[in-house]
């Protein structure tokens, strides 16, 4: 059985900003990289938030570039997903692929969190192509288009409020005969002169020849006065929330309702389910975000997480 002082689970601006740290302290990170290289980050074409890339850079360049980075100062990264930690004894025993084991000091969790979707095959095929789950990353790219925005929440009030800054028109696709978003953020949406509410509406597909071009809608479905007709857009943003991916270490660590793992208010130290600091594991990145959701944000508590991973083991 292998060990390491460090251990990072996740290959997204969190973990790669991790691995750099953990490796520029001589920690020798470890890092598995889970079912996605990249993370998240790689479902967007292009990035033009990131501090570094004044034209914009493709977000899978970028993703490799992180890692070239975090292997050049001795992190192993490697293929697998982290399917179990027992948390038990120290050092903490940790399962990969079902099977393998590992022993490490210290674990940074970084395994970010998945977008929901509605389900659709068209989801997938417009991947990229003009199907989103973040306004605020991909919201440029639709100056002056036609947008809409599928969701009833405050995320979804945000996300059309933000996109009406920069569209000609955004439609607020609504499933129900009302928002569920708090009052001051109905308030603002009704507000806005360019935001056009479709409720009891549901996306059914989409369509177009070189990108989305248009989305299929039923109003009041299943209902006698049912209604099926299409709406010309440039771009359709999920906003309906996030899965943080915490399954591997569920009933074992402090979380919120939604599943995100709680952080102590200064670091990015974790707790168990008592409300007690589990020593040595940290978390970074959307895992434990259930605000930002930025690869800025995520690559700055990546930072932290190493940081405190390599005070930590000072003190070993």
Known sequence: MSHTKCLIIGSGPAGYTAAIYAGRANLAPVEYIGPQMGGQLTQTTEVENFPGYP?????NQ?????????????????????TAIDFSN?????????????????????????????????????????VSA????????YRKKVTAVVGGGDTACEDALYLSGLCSKVYLVVR?????????????????????ILFEHNVTGLYGNNGV???????????????????????????????????????????????YIITNEKTQEVFDTAGNILPGIFAAGDVCDPVYRQAIVAAGTGCRAALDAEKYLQKL
Do not use: W
């Open 90 to 130: 120290r050092p903490y025993n940790v399962t990969i692929d079902g099977s393998e084991q590992l022993t490490a000091d210290s674990i940074i969790i970084a395994t970010g969190a998945k977008a929901k979707y509605l389900g659709l095959d068209d989801e997938k095929k417009y991947s990229g192509q003009g």
């Open 176 to 196: 129900k005969n009302y928002l569920r978003a708090s009052d001051i953020m109905q308030q603002r949406v009704k507000a806005a002169k360019n935001i056009e």
């Open 213 to 259: 071009e248009g989305m299929h809608v039923v109003k009041r479905k299943g209902e006698t006065d049912e209604e099926n007709y299409d709406v010309a857009i440039d771009g359709l943003f999920l906003a309906i929330g996030h899965t943080p991916v915490t399954d591997f270490v569920k009933g074992c660590v402090k979380t919120d309702e939604q599943g």
């Open 62 to 82: 970028m993703m490799m570039e992180l890692r070239e980075q975090a292997e050049r100062f001795g992190a192993d990264i490697r293929d697998g997903e982290v």
């Open 134 to 141: 973040c306004a605020t990353c991909d919201g440029f790219f």
């Open 55 to 59: 034209q914009g850079v493709d977000a």
